[in-house]
Structures are given as structure tokens and as C-alpha cells.
């Protein structure tokens, strides 16, 4: 049955927009789907009608070429849907229901799920920690689609009680499914709370969602880094202090703005496709060491930014097998602490639907969620890669032009 139309990966620089399987309540095998995973029976899960999936700054890290992500894959983990379909073992979910995904495939029952470490479930890939549509993360077909399926659905899925209400701020509540989360946590890591002030390192949606958190925190001073001038303009909208990282010195520059050349804490939003230099040249361990230099002694450094173990496009061989190089002796120096790996979504994402809901945050204005109709995504993609100031939300159905 090919009545399903998705995102699909089709090598470096290329998505199009192909009809696919229908998903069943079954994991068949298919590009990047692990032995373990291979026709892996879900009566535990659900199947969605997408009503918004966005575009991740970690979709580009694969559709740059810059993963070992196999070529067919169906892309997508950012995702909201109705379901349309319960398994057998569904107990408290129905047809009908509206819910937020986190990006986190996840079992909760493992050791590491029920100490509400979702990042990394031990049970839904062959390695810790499984994702939908995405390299490495156990082959869970991607949402960026007119349908996908969410096994233990009773687990992943955050429900919405009022779709109504829902649908009036589905732009906003569309980042619960990773960007907002995931910019909350890397804030969390860093220990920021009332008073502190913050160095943000890149100004895309990731960024500009942790620099939501930290005035959501309390945060007296919330800098953006980000060598794109769009993006730091952008960032001034809405209260944020912008600075370019890679003209002259960061420390003058901070210095200039708080009278101290040195942060509270700082979170790391860009990952290991960090420019390093003036020119645009890449230096993966750019900003973790730029964040070790301007932390102050104490302070801590969230890295939501993504890190790889192999990256194929890099310039040098212990870079493409995913080594940076760390003045990690500054960090040991000054006592720092550190806090990487994906984000625990489902720690966040019930009470930042709430502070949307009642407009205590405005997470779609901050990020600029620009909507695009599926068939259009490759635009999309291209736009983003581009660096348009902008956080695309693809509408399979049209439901989001209508609401
Ligand atoms: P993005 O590519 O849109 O944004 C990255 C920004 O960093 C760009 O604007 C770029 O100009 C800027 N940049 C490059 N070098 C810089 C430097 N030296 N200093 C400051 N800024 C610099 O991506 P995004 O969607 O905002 O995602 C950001 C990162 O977060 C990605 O690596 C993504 O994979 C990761 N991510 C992680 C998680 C998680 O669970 N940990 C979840 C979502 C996204
Ligand atoms: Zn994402």
C-alpha cells in the first residue's frame, strides 16, 4: 500500500517527497532498520495523522552528508498527530486523541525510561537511545509523512484534552515535540535560574529556544552568539543581547555588555558543525572551547548541540571519526560541568504545554515558525540550510492553514 506521502533522504543535499508504505503496527525492515529491529511487532503502539512535523537542524546534519544516515530513509522526529489507528495493547489512548511526540522513541520500561531517562531507552535500537527518522537511532520510520506509527503509545504520546484549544496555538505547542524541550534542557544543564546571565551559542531554532528557556528561567542577561546576521537580528526581537562569535574576542565582546568578561553559564546550540573561524571555515570544538573560555569558574555549559561519532564530510581524520580537540584542561581548571547527549523531552514537555497554553511563553514568535505544505519541503530544506531565520513546520493535511 503506497498511500502515504514522506520526506525521504536521498544522499547528500537531496530530499524529495515520495510515496511510501502505509505504516502498520509493525517495524518492517528498511533503510537503517537494525537486525533487532527488523518486522518488530508493536500492538504496544498507534498510528498518527500528522497535523505538524518540523524541520531539525539535525535533519540538516544528515541531509548535508555529514552522517553515516543510508539513503532511503524517511526523515522526521519532530511530530504531532491525531491517531487514527490503537494497537491491541493500547490501554488509555483512542482514535481521535491529538497528541505531542517526543522526539525520543522510548520503551518505559527499561532501567533507564523508569528513571525518566528517555534519551537513552535500552530497548528500542541495538545501542542506547532510539529517535524516529533518524541515523543510528534504530530505524523507527520518520514523521515527516502524511502518516507514522508511535509504538507504546500509552508512553510517548502527550495528550491534548481540549483540541480546540490545541489547534489555536499549534504552532507553539508543535516545539514541545524537541526544540523547546531540548532548549529548556540544555538551560537546566547549565544551572541557569533567576539572575544569571547567559551566553547562548547559535542563533537558530534551537538557540533561540534556549534563550526563551533562560528568560523563562529568570535569566538577567541572555546573549546570542551566531556568526549569521539574520539570525542575531532575529534574536534582538525579543530581548536577547547578540554578539558575532568570530569577530574578535568573545571576552571583549561580553565585557562590553556586562562589565565582566565571563558568564554564569552557557549552552552550546550549534554542535560539531561549528564555524571556527572568520572565513567560514569549520572547527568542531569551536564552541565547546569558546564556552570553557567565557564560563565563569563554577559555572556549568549545557550541549544540546549534536555531536557524531563518524562524520564523513570532515576535513580531517580524527574529526571523521568524531574527535574534537578540547582544551578540556580550562574546563578541569575551572571546575566546570558539562551536560551532553539528547534531551529527556518527556521531563519537559507536559509543563511547557502549560506555560504555553497559558501564555506564559511564545515559543513560535521567538523561533519565527514559518509553515510549508509537505510537497514542499525540499524548499524548506533548502531555505533552512541557507540560514533563513526561520523554523519550518510542514502540514501534510492542511490542517494548520485551516486552523
Ligand atoms: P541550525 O543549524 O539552524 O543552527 C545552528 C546555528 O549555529 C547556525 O545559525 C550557525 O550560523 C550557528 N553557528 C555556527 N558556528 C557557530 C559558532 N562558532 N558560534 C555560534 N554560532 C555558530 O540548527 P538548530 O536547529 O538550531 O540545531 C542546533 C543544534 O542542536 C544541532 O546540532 C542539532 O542537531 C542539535 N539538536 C540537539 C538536540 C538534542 O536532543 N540534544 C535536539 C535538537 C537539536
Ligand atoms: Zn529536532
Redesign the pocket.
Known sequence: MSDNRAVVYRGAGKVSVESVDYPELVLRPGPGVPRRNENRECPHGVILKVVATNI???D??MVRGRTTAPEGLVLGHEITGEIVEVGRDVEYRKVGDLVSVPFNVSCGRCRNCTERRTDVCLNVNDHPGGAYGYVDMGGWRGGQAEYVMVPYADWNTLRYEDKAQAMEKILDLTMLT??FP?GYHGCITARVGSGSTVYI???????LAAATSAFFLGAAVVIV????KA?REHARGFGCETVD??AGSLPEQLEQLLGVPEVDAAVD???FE???HKDGTEENA??LN?AMQITRAAGGIGI???YVTEDPGARDESARHGSVSMGFGTGWAKSLTFAT???PTMQYNRQLREAILNDRVHIARNVNATVLPLEEAARGYEE?DA?VPKKFVLDPHGLLRAA
Open positions: 531539525c537542524g539535525s540538516q546534519h524537541d526544540i531540548t551559542a547559535g542563533g537558530g531554532p534551537v538557540g552568539g551566531d556568526p549569521n539570525r562569535p568570530l546550540c550549534v554542535g561549528a564555524k571556527g569551536a564552541v569558546q544540546p548541540g549534536l547527549g539528547q534531551t533552512f540560514g
